[in-house]
């Protein structure tokens, strides 16, 4: 029996059973949050709220002919409207972060992980080369995927407030790191994600 490829190497490492899922060589758009609603910019809050609640999703991309706008999440609505005590009938556009931080199709899941660990963000839209909406990236899809990722050190670190707990996160920064050896990371690449 042949030894496995990379690709099915990294697939193995990370816990895949599907090569073509793996965060170093599967295509992006594998990764894409499933029923992301995409919302032209006049929606009103309450139907954008009601969308994501029907596709069970914490945010939705909002678009003009096809192009991202801005990105509205559960958070928003809470601070930006309901906190502002702002209509329902508010369009979503007002609501969204807009010109959000995005990610391009060609780039890998890894990619995608190691910029949303270093902006410290939860959701990242995916476009194509003109600018088109494809889908939105959830950490959670990308962090299911390790036992400790670096998105989950990361956020463990800034709610840590025992230096004994901050130690014992510091402690798993070994294990990430022979997780992207072992999945075939770049060293400048595993050197900027931890």
Do not use: Y
Request: proline share 8%; net charge negative; aromatic share 2%.
């Amino acid at each position: 029996m042949s030894p496995p490829t990379a690709p099915r190497r990294a697939a193995g490492v990370l816990g895949l059973t599907d090569p073509h899922q793996s965060l170093i060589d599967g295509p992006l758009t594998a990764w894409l949050a499933p029923g992301t609603p995409l919302l032209p910019p006049h929606t009103p809050v309450a139907e954008a709220a009601r969308r994501m609640r029907a596709a069970g999703v914490d945010a939705a991309l909002v678009v003009e002919r096809g192009l991202l706008f801005g990105l509205v999440t559960d958070a928003d609505l809470r601070d930006r409207v309901l906190a502002e005590g702002l209509s329902p009938e508010t369009p979503v556009g007002d609501a969204a972060t807009l010109a959000p931080q995005v990610i391009g199709a060609e780039s890998s899941a890894f990619e995608a992980l190691l910029r949303m660990t270093r902006l410290g963000v939860r959701h990242l839209p995916v476009i194509d080369a003109e600018g088109r909406a494809l889908g939105l990236l959830h950490a959670t899809r990308l962090e299911n995927q390790h036992e400790r990722s670096a998105l989950k050190l990361a956020a463990l670190l800034q709610r840590g407030e025992q230096i004994e707990a901050l130690a014992a996160i510091c402690a798993e920064v070994p294990r990430l790191h022979r997780q992207l050896v072992s999945a075939s990371a770049s060293a400048f690449a595993s050197g900027q994600l931890i």
